[in-house]
């Protein structure tokens, strides 16, 4: 069974600094993988997905993440953080032709002035 | 972008009562919805996978009777809490499987039993 670990559960970042969230899967078969973020009380807008091909996926606002097969991580990284990046992330995987997605516990990502 | 509209955002109901969760997927056809429950501070857990036209698959754990799941048509899918109790009192999110690793998350339900 597939399962996704978020190891940190608060990340408080300067702004402008850059930052990364720890993801970590667990998956006996191949796997797609994909961060979300969630905004106060609002539902999950997809930020950034790895399907196949290059291992190192971006997004529109400046995150990205790689894929590391070995290591079973998939990181979210940004260079320099906003105020307006403060929210939850979650990093979720579903295992190939099983569309059913399984979310690790997020991680608050504050960003300090 | 595909959209789905999750209906009302927010509800406060009575105990005892039942609320209907509505989520319509506006410009592509779903045919599978996945419905889950977020507990404040923490992840999002799969309630149920509704496919169109035949019975919701419930994941270990979620009262079926309870919970009450319809996908009839290929763009509307509801999730009815029956007999809501103070416990039931979460955020739910619902989410239209596109295949190939597409998902679009409707925008959340807010429910408040009193």
């Known amino acids: 069974a597939q399962s996704v670990t978020q190891l940190d559960s608060q990340v408080p970042v300067f702004e402008e600094a850059p930052v990364e969230l720890r993801c970590n899967y667990s998956?006996?078969?191949?796997?797609?993988l994909f961060w979300y973020v969630q905004y106060p009380n609002q539902g999950l807008q997809l930020l950034l997905k790895?399907?196949?091909?290059?291992?190192l996926v971006e997004s529109i606002n400046g995150f990205e993440a790689e894929f590391n097969k070995s290591q079973t991580s998939f990181h979210l990284r940004k260079p320099s953080v906003h105020i307006s990046d403060t929210a939850e992330y979650f990093c979720?995987?579903?295992?190939?032709?099983?569309?059913?997605?399984?979310f690790g516990t997020g991680t608050r990502l504050t960003i300090i002035p | 972008g595909a959209v789905v509209s999750q209906h009302p955002s927010r509800v406060i109901c009575k105990s005892g009562t039942s609320v209907k969760i509505e989520c319509r997927s506006l410009?592509?056809?779903?045919?599978?919805m996945f419905w889950y429950r977020q507990f404040p501070k923490k992840s999002l857990m799969l309630m149920a996978t509704?496919?169109?036209?035949?019975?919701?698959?419930?994941e270990q754990g979620v009262e079926k009777d309870k919970f009450l799941i319809n996908h009839a048509s290929l763009t509307l899918s509801t999730l009815t809490v029956t007999s809501a109790h103070p416990e039931d009192s979460s955020f739910y999110i619902c989410?239209?499987?596109?295949?190939?690793?597409?998902?679009?998350f409707g925008s959340g339900t807010r429910l408040t039993v009193v």
């Open positions: 979720a995987v579903s295992e190939g032709g099983n569309e059913k997605l399984t």
């Open positions: 790895y399907l196949s091909g290059s291992t």
């Open positions: 998956s006996s078969v191949s796997v797609y």
């Open positions: 509704s496919n169109e036209g035949s019975k919701a698959t419930y």
């Open positions: 410009d592509f056809q779903a045919t599978t």
């Open positions: 989410s239209a499987g596109q295949g190939s690793g597409g998902y679009t």
